[in-house]
């Protein structure tokens, strides 16, 4: 028998400058994350503390969980622009169920959450079904949950006053002692959750799969139609998650604050090296560059960076991420 | 009982218009390879596409494996009855591993099937490869592999299910010479008393190493079937392009102007093209012919600076001109006229008028930049008459129009545009026989005018009618430069189907003794190069 043995890999030299291109966006974003904080402790003594550091990552909470969600829409080359209003949407719906109607907390939680996926699910329906581009489907939504949250509240906040354990899923202390709040241990533990399904689980497999090659993945016998929308549902669950750590939060749910945070999560997901074109995309990505808005953020709020120029330095940051992305797309396909 | 493994019995299959395969019969034994050949649309794909449930065939003829008649609708049917199918163009996904391609929707699960069984996963896989002794790493990327590599990851799939019938569709067209022979040998261990092979190919050199009996098609329907080792292959050749030349019209003579317009030298791209030579002369039509794939179009689209070229010279009239994108191609006076006109090369909602000037814009447009309308519908209305395109008015919405109509008023835009230098990519596709004949007349005239043209072309009694002379490429390189006298269809057909390393020796084709330069040589080491 002759021995098949043939090069079938890229040279070494190839493989491993491509090996390096792919990790690229995500050690540099890791590295760029780095350079900030290592910026900010030098401009201001008040940034490098525990105090701050705490701050800091209780900021990235609302973010971090809706980009976690979005994640896996994006790896499939959707994209989820409801994020922001759907959360608004989610906390109203909480404050229903948990003060108008008395539900107990965590039945409350639960279905506010679930209330999420409900909105994940309509978005996937009407991407995998009725085939409308996934930027219009989640438009349409984006307007629709503003509306219905403003209508439902009848745009007035519902007040957590007499829950208190209610804020306390946000703001509680879970570990004793320490003021670490307990939204930041919750995204901790979703962020992991999250990764261990997107790495392990046939859901993230196909996540991966749809996103990089949907015709193939077809004639593989996967039911592509029907994946699509567990991945805009399960995505949806992250955002009524996020609804809810951000009514705790405030004490409150505001029926008109989630606008803007659909682009800010997105923002995330792309600086953490998530293609928009699908196939490509980690969590670890998308917590460094949820980090990356919040310390951004916060530190030029600390060396008193006016807010306008905030916005511009953000927005100077999405774009080199996303050109970045291009780059590597080009390296990638050559 | 000995029935067959598979018998195709009397099938058709009509689109819209065309009838792609006409009452087609071929069967294949057990323990058998069955190379299936013919032209450019003769019907191979088609055949194929039936078989495996991609499309539906007209009612009246029926397919029998082991003698029961079976009724294929999908991709998925046609894998439960063992017939799988390796496409020419991949069907992987390439930020998943080896093994999770290879497995995909089928993957060993675990955790009340919730979690994928990785470490069944590489294992099956593992032992798959091991078989069938393909070396890969299960767990490298496929979009990392090479193409050969990603080609040897598509068989291994095919053949990880439980094939008894494996369809292979041009699998060699990107492998290099070892890795041909590496197929060969996981094609023949597949075979066994229990299985068989259908391999499409237009290597003739392949079809003969490897096959047991040759089936051809040709336009649609079913020529014959012969034995491999007891057919020349240039018998097989004769049954391919055997059909009668419709017309004797040969191409029209033209007044010897000397004048080389064009020149094109070691023209390379890092995907297909190799050195790639020759010249254009005014007033000529140059044809270019080879099979699908062999490059024909990738000439033009580097000509025009497309696509990226690796390496080459283009000389316009004498000079030396840099084209790294198509606005520098047109500016140097090189217009393309693409074969995919509904989506390179017309604007199907806008007007008549609109597409005619789309391209010389700036000529009707003042200082400020407003475009003159007066002077565009002048001009449109000029060469609405000029090439006589049949449209109610320059105001019609060019997906209104023709076939041969969208293609004028394509042609009607380069006009406009004044280029020296047209390059026409399938002319006449998707284009009726009367209107095919106004292209002709067109074209004829064009280079009349002193245009010069290069007409790629996949109807070779088209290449023969038209060209002054007719380039033969077969992949990447020109394997052969005919004059009209020396060019018929043997002789192209016997170029186009040359493969790259076959000694020169039988090659006493016409032509190929003024083009020396043109001959592929030092051929094998680059390949790996090429494929990144």
Redesign the interface.
Known sequence: MTATTVSTEKPAGGGLKLRIKGQLQQSLAFTALIVIVIFFSFASPNFLTFSNFTAILFSTVVIGTLAIGVTFVIITAGIDLSLGTGMSLCAVMSGVFIVNWHMPLFAGVLLAILFGGLIGFINGFNVAILKIPPFIATLAMMLVAEGLALVISQSTPIYFDKVPAFSAISTGNLISGVKFPNAVLILIAVAIIAGVILNKSVLGRYTYSIGSNEEATALSGVNVRKWLIVVYTFGGLFIGLAGVLISARLGSAQPALGSGYELQAIAAVVIGGTSLFGGKGTILGTMIGALIMSVLTNGLQVISVPQEWQNVVLGVVILAAVYTDNIRRKGTKA | MSSKLLEIKGISKSFPGVKALKDVSIDLSHGEILGLCGENGAGKSTMMKLLTGIYKADEGGEILVEGKIVDVNN??EA?DLGINIIHQE???????TVA?NIY????P?KLR????D?RALYAQTKELLDR??????PR?YV????V??QQ?VEIAKALSFDSRILVMDEPTATLTD??VQ?LF??VRNFVTDKTGVIYISHRMDEIKDLTDRVSVLRDGAYVGTVDTARTPIREVIAMMVGREITSDLRPELREHKTQTVLEVRGLST?SLLKDVNFDLQEGEILGFAGLIGAGRTEVARALVGADHKSAGVIKMHGEEVSISNPADAMAAGLGYLSEDRKRYGLLLDQDVSANLSLSSLKRFSNSAGLVNKRAIAKAAEEQVAGLRIRTPSIRQAAQNLSGGNQQKVVIGRWLTRDCDVLIFDEPTRGIDVGAKEEIYDLLNELAKRGKSIIMISSELPEVLRMSHRVVVMSEGRITGILTAGEATQESVMHLATLSRVKPLGDRVEPGMSDNEEARPTGINGDE?AGA?
């Open positions: 991709p998925r894998q991949f069907n992987l996904v390439p930020d998943l999770q995909l929707g089928r993957e699960k099937r919730l979690f994928i990785d069938l002794q393909i070396n890969i790493d490298a979009g990392k592999l090479l050969a590599g040897l070892s890795e590496t040998t996981l890092l790996e990144k």
